[in-house]
């Protein structure tokens, strides 16, 4: 873990800021971490930390973990349904469909900047072997499946990537490797008629025997579905 921040600027406060990155080390690190790990990420004092600490877990974000340490708290969850709560509706029935269909991890991403953000994942019911992958992973935007997908569901770029135009030509992008090593991807951009480009929808697999074409059928379809039921 490191602080990532080269700096506050001048108009942002310092301890929102540390409280958010409070929140970003424990969901990265999946697990709970001690107020002496986050003071050491932070580069501040225990007791700098550990104020910040506080304060979150006063507003639910954060908690004390049974076996010792702070993991990220209920309110989160409660601030979460407010985010893109349409297009969370309109896409979890049909991510369930299609994770359950392929036996694949299907899941939601939603640009940020210059950087893809998985917004919904959901893993098959039944599968025995599959790759999972989290909410709130990033990637950069023109990498991967899910961000050429994106970049393909709008306009022309200047310099943008021929992958990216193959992918607005087929209506769909397949890559495999440029994330995570060994790692493949199929994803649909989510086309909004009222907002143009909202999502990717996608589909992740290590098999390299499968059928690709048939999982991007797959993945078009249910793509197409969430945008039918988006307002």
């Known amino acids: 873990?490191?602080?990532?921040?080269?700096?506050?600027?001048?108009?942002?406060?310092?301890?929102?800021?540390?409280?958010?990155?409070?929140?970003e080390l424990i969901h990265e690190a999946e697990r709970p971490l001690r107020?002496?790990?986050?003071?050491?990420?932070?580069?501040?004092?225990?007791?700098?930390?550990?104020?910040?600490?506080?304060t979150l877990e006063a507003h639910r974000l954060v908690s004390r973990a049974p076996g010792g340490g702070w993991q990220l708290g209920v309110g989160l969850a409660v601030l979460a349904r407010g985010v893109q709560p349409s297009l969370d509706a309109a896409a979890t029935p049909e991510l369930v469909a299609l994770a359950n269909?392929?036996?694949?991890?299907?899941?939601?991403?939603?640009?940020?900047?210059?950087?893809?953000?998985?917004?919904?994942?959901?893993?098959?019911?039944?599968?025995?072997?599959?790759?999972?992958?989290?909410?709130?992973?990033?990637?950069?935007?023109?990498?991967?499946g899910p961000g050429i997908a994106l970049l393909a569901g709008g306009p022309v770029l200047p310099g943008e990537r021929a992958e990216v135009a193959a992918a607005r030509k087929?209506?769909?992008?397949?890559?495999?490797?440029?994330?995570?090593?060994?790692?493949?991807?199929?994803?649909?951009?989510?086309?909004?008629?009222?907002?143009?480009?909202?999502?990717?929808?996608?589909?992740?697999f290590l098999d390299e025997s499968a059928d690709v074409e048939a999982l991007a059928r797959r993945v078009r379809r249910a793509a197409a579905v969430v945008a039918s039921r988006l307002p």
Do not use: K, N, W
Request: hydrophobic letters at 45%; proline letters at 5%.
């Open 101 to 144: 269909d392929v036996g694949l991890t299907a899941f939601l991403a939603v640009a940020d900047g210059a950087e893809c953000v998985t917004l919904l994942s959901v893993e098959p019911r039944e599968s025995q072997v599959h790759v999972a992958t989290r909410p709130g992973r990033r990637h950069p935007l023109d990498r991967g």
């Open 35 to 54: 107020s002496a790990e986050l003071a050491r990420a932070l580069e501040v004092h225990r007791s700098i930390a550990y104020r910040v600490l506080r």
């Open 1 to 23: 873990m490191t602080a990532a921040r080269a700096g506050v600027p001048p108009t942002h406060s310092q301890t929102l800021d540390r409280g958010v990155r409070v929140l």
């Open 170 to 204: 087929a209506g769909h992008a397949h890559t495999r490797g440029e994330v995570v090593v060994g790692l493949s991807s199929v994803a649909a951009p989510v086309l909004s008629a009222r907002d143009g480009v909202v999502a990717s929808l996608a589909v992740l």
